[in-house]
C-alpha cells in the first residue's frame, strides 16, 4: 500500500511538472481551444502589467485573479493530460528494466558465439538454454520449452513455445525456464515488440482518433463562433455608452468557449488506451480502441474462446451384438498411450462408468499405433488383436480394405452425435467394428449469458469453426451465438469479414495463427494473441499479451465506454456554458440596462464577483471532472437510444444546474472573503 502511494505521489508531482513543459505554445496549440486560453491568460497578464506600469490600480485586485485563474484552467487541462500519460510513463519504465544489457548465443553453423544482445539482427539465429533471457523477438525454429512472460504480460504461469504450429513467437526480455530453443531473431534493435510497446505506452506515437479530430473541428467552431460574438460586444457596448475592459471579453470567452471538453479530451483518449493496457491488452492506436466501441459484429474462435478447447469424452455407445463393457474395454485400449485430453478423458470415462483399471501392458507385449495425419486413426496391437480408433471415414477405410463393412446403426450413431455437435471416434478390432465414442466440445460456463449482453448492445456475434456444419450449429446453439462459419478457411474468413464490411458494419476479430493474419488485418479491429505466431501480432492492431481470446468482449466494452465518456463530458460541457452566460452577460450590461438584472438568476452579489465566480468555476470544474476523464463513464450493456437518453438526463440536466450552484457558491464565499 505505502509503495502504491509513493508511486502515485511521484507521478501526481510529474504530471504538475509537465503541466508546465506542456505551456509551450508548441504543444498547447495541438489543443485549440486551450491555446486560445493561453492566450487570453497572456493578453490579460500584460494588460494587467501595463495598468501596474500606468499607475491605474482601480481594478488591479480584480485583473489579477481573472489572470491567476485563467492560467490555473491552462495549467488544470495540461495536468489532466500529464496525469493520463503518467500511468502510461510508468509502465514504461517497468518495461525498460526488462531490457537489460545481456548476452545473447549467436549460432554460426554449429559454433555458438557470445555476442551483445543489442548487436543481433533480423534473420541471426540464437540458442536460448534454461535460465537465459531471451535476447530479441524471434520464431522458433526448433525446440519445445516452457518460457516465463510475466517481465511482459504480468502474468506469472510460464507458457509453451514451440516451433512450427501458432505457438512459436517469443518476446524479448522474456526468460526461458527449462529445455532449451533454437531462435530466429525476427526484428532489429528498436524494433522489437518491447521497443513498440514502450514508444505506445508511452503516448510518443500516440496520434488523434477520426472522432476526436470531428470532436476538435466541432470546438474549434464553436470557439470561433463565441469569439466573433464577442468581438461585436465591444462596438455595442460603445455604442451603449459602457466601459467594458478586455480582460472582461476575454474571461467572457474563455466560460462560453468549450473549456472543459477541450481540456479533458486528450485525457479521455490516453486513458481509454490505457484501461486497455491494465487488462494486459495493448493496442497498437487510439482509433483501434474508438474501433471497438461502435463495433457490430464479433467473430470469435470456437476453440478456446466459446468452449474450453478440449473434445471430452461422454458416452460409449456400443454396436449391435457388442456390449457395452467390450465397447469401453477396447476404446480404452487403444487410448492408453494417447496423451492428448480426448485420449486421457476416454481413459478416465471407462474407469467411471465400468471401473475399468490399468492392465498390465508389458505382459501382452503391446505395439501401440500413434495418430498420423495420413491415417487419421491410432490403435494398439497385441497378440492377434488389433484395435483402432478413429473418425469415420478413415475407420470405414480400415476396415473395408480387411473386407469387412461399417453397420447402419454405427453409421447412424455418427450421424446423430454430429447433429448434437459431438465429434464421433468409431473403434473396431479389424473387421469387427465395436462401436462409438460420442466426444462434446464443452462450451465455457456464462458465455451464453456475455452473448446476450452484446446482443444487447447490438453486436451480432459470429463464431468461427473449422468443424462440420451440423457439428458448428448444435455449438453454436448451446453458446447462444447469433451465426456461425463451419469449415473455415483463411479465405473464408476473409470473405465473412468483408461481407458485413460492405453492409457498413464494424467487425472485430481475435487469431493466433498465420493463418488468421489476413482476416486479422481486414477487420476494423484485430486482436492477435501474444502467444500466437509474429505475423498475427503484425497484422492486428491490438495485442492480448495473455492470450485469452475471450479478452475480445472486454475491448468492446472499453471501446464503448471510451466513447461514452467522451459523449458524457462533451455534453456536460455545452451543457455548463448555458449557466455561465446567465452569470456573466448581465454583469457586463446591467448598469446601462437595468431591467437586465431579471437575468440575474443567481443574485449574484456585483458584476466583478459575477465575472470572477464564472471563470474560477470554469478552471475548477476541469479538475472535478479529471477523475471521471480518467476512470470513464460507468460502462451498461444498453442499446444507443437508451445511453443517449440517460447522458442528456444525468450529465445534460447535471451539466445545466452544476454551474448555478457553483457559481452562487463561489460568489458567496467571495464576498465573505471580500474579493469582489
Keep these: 500500500m505505502n509503495n502504491k502511494l509513493k508511486f502515485d505521489r511521484q507521478m501526481i508531482g510529474s504530471a504538475i511538472y509537465q503541466a508546465f513543459v506542456k505551456l509551450d505554445p508548441r504543444v498547447q496549440v495541438r489543443n485549440p481551444v486551450m491555446f486560445i486560453v493561453m492566450i487570453g491568460a497572456l493578453l490579460t497578464t500584460v494588460m494587467m502589467i501595463r495598468d501596474i506600469i500606468g499607475g491605474s490600480t482601480s481594478n488591479i485586485v480584480f485583473e489579477l485573479q481573472i489572470t491567476l485563474w485563467l492560467w490555473f484552467t491552462v495549467l488544470f487541462a495540461n495536468f489532466a493530460e500529464a496525469l493520463a500519460e503518467g500511468r502510461g510513463k510508468a509502465q514504461a519504465q517497468a518495461l525498460r528494466k526488462t531490457r537489460t544489457e545481456t548476452q545473447a548465443k549467436k549460432l554460426k553453423g554449429d559454433h555458438v558465439q557470445l555476442v551483445a544482445a543489442a548487436s543481433l539482427k533480423k534473420g541471426d539465429m540464437v540458442l536460448v538454454e534454461p535460465g537465459d533471457i531471451i535476447p530479441s523477438d524471434g520464431e522458433v525454429i526448433e525446440g519445445v520449452a516452457s518460457v516465463d512472460e510475466s517481465a511482459v504480460t504480468g502474468e506469472s504461469a510460464p507458457v509453451i513455445r514451440e516451433s512450427g504450429g501458432d505457438k512459436s513467437s517469443v518476446t524479448g526480455g522474456t526468460r526461458l525456464l527449462s529445455d532449451w530453443l533454437k531462435i530466429r531473431i525476427t ?45 461585436t460586444i465591444e462596438p455595442f457596448a460603445v455604442y451603449s455608452s459602457i466601459t467594458i475592459s478586455v480582460t472582461v471579453l476575454i474571461a467572457l470567452l474563455v466560460c462560453l468557449i468549450p473549456t472543459t471538453i477541450g481540456g479533458l479530451l486528450s485525457a479521455i483518449g490516453i486513458a481509454g488506451m490505457d484501461r486497455l493496457l491494465q487488462r494486459n491488452v495493448l493496442a497498437m492506436s487510439g482509433r483501434a480502441v474508438e474501433a471497438a466501441g461502435d463495433i457490430d459484429a464479433l467473430l470469435l474462435d470456437k476453440t478456446g474462446t466459446i468452449t474450453l478447447g478440449n473434445r471430452m469424452a461422454a458416452e460409449f455407445i456400443s454396436a449391435p451384438e457388442v456390449s457395452p463393457e467390450e465397447m469401453a474395454d477396447a ?195 484485430g486482436v492477435a494473441m501474444n502467444s500466437g505466431t509474429q505475423a498475427a501480432k503484425e497484422a492486428g492492431n491490438m495485442v492480448d499479451l495473455d492470450s485469452n481470446p475471450t479478452k475480445l468482449i472486454e475491448v468492446v466494452e ?16 455545452i451543457a455548463n456554458d448555458v449557466a455561465k452566460y ?83 457558491l463561489i460568489d458567496m464565499l467571495l464576498v465573505v472573503m471580500r474579493l469582489d
Design 187 to 231: 526484428a532489429n534493435v528498436g524494433e522489437t515488440f518491447l521497443d513498440r510497446m514502450i514508444n505506445l505506452v508511452e503516448g510518443a506515437k500516440r496520434q488523434k482518433t477520426p472522432n476526436e479530430i470531428a470532436l476538435t473541428i466541432l470546438l474549434v467552431g464553436l470557439t470561433i463562433v463565441f469569439l466573433i460574438a464577442v468581438a
Design 582 to 664: 446567465f452569470a456573466i452577460i448581465p454583469a457586463m450590461f446591467i448598469a446601462a440596462y437595468p431591467s437586465l438584472s431579471t437575468l440575474n438568476v443567481m443574485r449574484l452579489a456585483t458584476p466583478q464577483s459575477a465575472i470572477l465566480s464564472a471563470v474560477i468555476f470554469n478552471a475548477l470544474i476541469i479538475v472535478a471532472l479529471i477523475p471521471l476523464a480518467l476512470k470513464g463513464v460507468k460502462y451498461q450493456p444498453l442499446g444507443a437510444d437508451v445511453i443517449l437518453r440517460k447522458n442528456l438526463l444525468i450529465y445534460g440536466v447535471g451539466g445545466l444546474i452544476a454551474p448555478f450552484i457553483g457559481i452562487k
Design 331 to 525: 476404446a480404452q485400449l487403444s487410448s492408453l498411450a494417447d496423451e492428448t485430453p480426448e485420449g486421457r478423458s476416454i481413459v478416465v470415462l471407462a474407469k467411471q462408468l465400468y471401473n475399468l483399471r490399468e492392465r498390465d501392458m508389458a505382459s501382452l507385449n503391446v505395439t501401440f499405433i500413434p495418430f498420423t495425419a495420413q491415417t487419421r486413426m491410432s490403435g494398439v496391437d497385441f497378440g492377434d488383436v488389433q484395435i483402432r480408433k478413429g473418425a469415420m471415414d478413415a475407420v470405414r477405410k480400415y476396415v473395408e480394405g480387411l473386407g469387412g463393412i461399417i453397420p447402419e446403426q454405427v453409421q447412424r450413431d455418427c450421424e446423430n452425435i454430429a447433429k448434437n455437435g459431438g465429434t464421433p471416434l468409431v473403434v473396431a478390432e479389424r473387421t469387427k467394428v465395436l462401436g462409438t465414442i460420442y466426444l462434446k466440445d464443452v462450451v465455457k460456463g456464462g458465455i451464453k449469458e456475455r452473448f446476450k449482453e452484446l446482443r444487447r448492445m447490438g453486436i451480432k456475434t459470429v463464431m468461427i469453426t473449422g468443424d462440420n456444419p451440423l457439428t458448428a450449429a448444435a455449438i453454436a446453439a448451446e453458446a447462444g451465438v447469433d451465426d456461425f462459419l463451419a469449415e473455415a478457411t483463411p479465405e473464408h474468413k476473409l470473405e465473412l469479414i468483408r461481407s458485413y464490411q460492405d453492409k457498413g458494419m464494424l467487425v472485430a476479430m481475435t487469431g493466433d495463427g498465420t493463418n488468421d493474419a489476413p482476416a486479422l488485418a481486414q477487420a476494423d479491429v
Design 558 to 573: 472499453i471501446g464503448k465506454q471510451l466513447l461514452m465518456t467522451r459523449g458524457a463530458l462533451t455534453t456536460f460541457s
